[in-house]
């Protein structure tokens, strides 16, 4: 008899999620059982719950989401070595072909034929997932898993900060999201003199406030320009980190980039943006398009985590994962960081 489990699904080519009993994965060849402890709730999943229309287009209903989480080893398929039955673990959610230019020269992340855990195949939104060995990252048993839950964004927010030197530069970052204010405390961790976040959520920047951000500036309200100058910013900003998609915010960007500055996009937008190339050009900036990690971020990731780097405060809900609509109502409210489902607990009837 095929033993099920307990996962939240897209039911249907519309709004919501439902929570469901579904098969457990079966490990193939190569492959690894993960019996997963905690989840985190992504922008990515919140879209799929809304029925955007890049979910629309990506998404097949009935598929099990998620792809942020840690867990244990509970299966190695044949073939698998290197791991251990209940060795903690997450998992790199991009699964990439392995051959072609960019696999090569380790650079998985713009493999041109990547599929997503939680978007492509079932996810880890589920009491086990099933992934590629080659996928499986091993965790410290030491770290708290409430952080390594959202490792995935961390590792976002890694490739993005980490793509230039940060010491003692001043960095801009556009957006306050959970990203986005992870990135402000890899910032300031990593050596930079002033990092300065924007939003229109006073609820947002607050957040950011409590990771160590030097201003956290409401451009409804207030004149970013002014800010820069109480801050001591003579010529402009450094670095730049577009988290947020917004045209209007990576307009204030360039306008506020020192000649010779360096800027990474992560946000993306809900269409296309219109810029004067005048800016970059004239400025001699450079510009650095980020999509997913760099596997070594992941390596990365830990190591900050062990020598200090709190992300903590960036952690605003924690629920049992019975209790998920609750989660994406937070996400919903624009109010939340992140949001940390619990599979490993037994919830109390």
Known sequence: MQKMMDAIVKPAAGPGLELRKVPVPECGPGEVLIKVHKTAICGTDVHIYDWNPWSAAHVKPGMTIGHEYVGEVAELGAGVSGFEIG????GEGHITCGHCRNCHTSNIQWCKNTYSVGVDRNGAFA???CIPAGNVIAIDPALDEDVVA????FGNATHTALM???VGEDVLITGAGPIGIIAAGICKYAGARRVIITDISDDRLELARKM????AVNTLKEDLPKVMKDQGLVEGFDVGLEMSGSGAALKQMLSVMRNGGKISLLGLGN???SIDMNDIIGKGLTIQGIYGRKMDNWHQMSYMVQGGLDLHPVITHRLHYTEFEKGFEAMHSG???KVILDWATKKEE
């Open 212 to 215: 160590g951000v030097d201003a």
């Open 87 to 90: 060795q903690r673990v997450s």
């Open 127 to 129: 009491e086990y997932v």
């Open 150 to 153: 959202f490792f995935d964004a």
């Open 164 to 166: 230039w030197n940060l």
């Open 335 to 337: 109010k939340a960081g």
């Open 271 to 273: 269409g296309p943006i």
